[in-house]
T-cell receptor, first 113, second 115 residues
């Protein structure tokens, strides 16, 4: 089993739709979680961190479910510009540095008019 | 604001050739690293450094060398290119301390094809 698993998609949704991605992780001791966005042929960029209580940033909501070992990303009112690959990133150890980050393979989102 | 700069952006190599991917950052970050990204797989760590003169292996170090003579630069050397090293390579840097809004910043990527 991969340490971080994501549905590769693509998720094809119309503008204005709400879409949600899940990401499962295997190490129950994992402490820190992030969502990165990667545009086609570009570098990954941090979208948002995921906090235990869940957090929102505009149209984006991230949630953590420790019992079931998954994190989710909800995008409301999808825009064409949201089309990208969304990477789930997990830090599996409490004291680990950035060298311990584990990246999921990503979920591709395509928003169409 | 240059951030993390990688060169070259595209390169085609013949099997057995050697080359160096350059990476420089102007944010005075202690931590620098190299990843490769292959289809259907997450980014995998090749080598990393926590400061000048200090390097360590990541998940997939075989076939690659690195050095960190300055805080700013972290070149990745392919010693004898193989088709299995065809990939997209990303250099990344960050402050050592996590939290407080610190994050990891990536360069724009280098597309390498080995024929």
């Amino acid at each position: 089993r991969k340490e971080v698993e994501q549905d590769p998609g693509p998720f094809n949704v119309p503008e204005g739709a709400t879409v949600a991605f899940n990401c499962t992780y295997s190490n129950s001791a994992s402490q820190s979680f992030f969502w990165y966005r990667q545009d086609c042929r570009k570098e990954p960029k941090l979208l948002m961190s995921v906090y235990s209580s869940g957090n929102e940033d505009g149209r984006f909501t991230a949630q953590l479910n420790r019992a079931s070992q998954y994190i989710s990303l909800l995008i409301r009112d999808s825009k064409l510009s949201d089309s990208a690959t969304y990477l789930c990133v997990v830090l599996p150890t409490p004291s680990g540095g950035y060298n311990k980050l584990i990246f999921g393979a990503g979920t591709r989102l395509a928003v169409h008019p | 604001n240059a951030g993390v700069t990688q060169t070259p952006k595209f390169q085609v190599l013949k099997t057995g050739q050697s080359m160096t991917l350059q990476c420089a950052q102007d944010m005075n970050h202690e931590y620098m690293s190299w990843y490769r990204q292959d289809p259907g797989m997450g980014l995998r760590l090749i080598h990393y450094s926590v400061g000048a003169g200090i390097t360590d292996q990541g998940e997939v170090p075989n076939g690659y060398n690195v050095s960190r003579s300055t805080t700013e630069d972290f070149p990745l050397r392919l010693l004898s290119a193989a088709p299995s090293q065809t990939s997209v390579y990303f250099c990344a840097s960050s402050r050592l301390a996590r939290g407080n809004g610190n994050t990891i910043y990536f360069g724009e990527g280098s597309w390498l094809t080995v024929v």
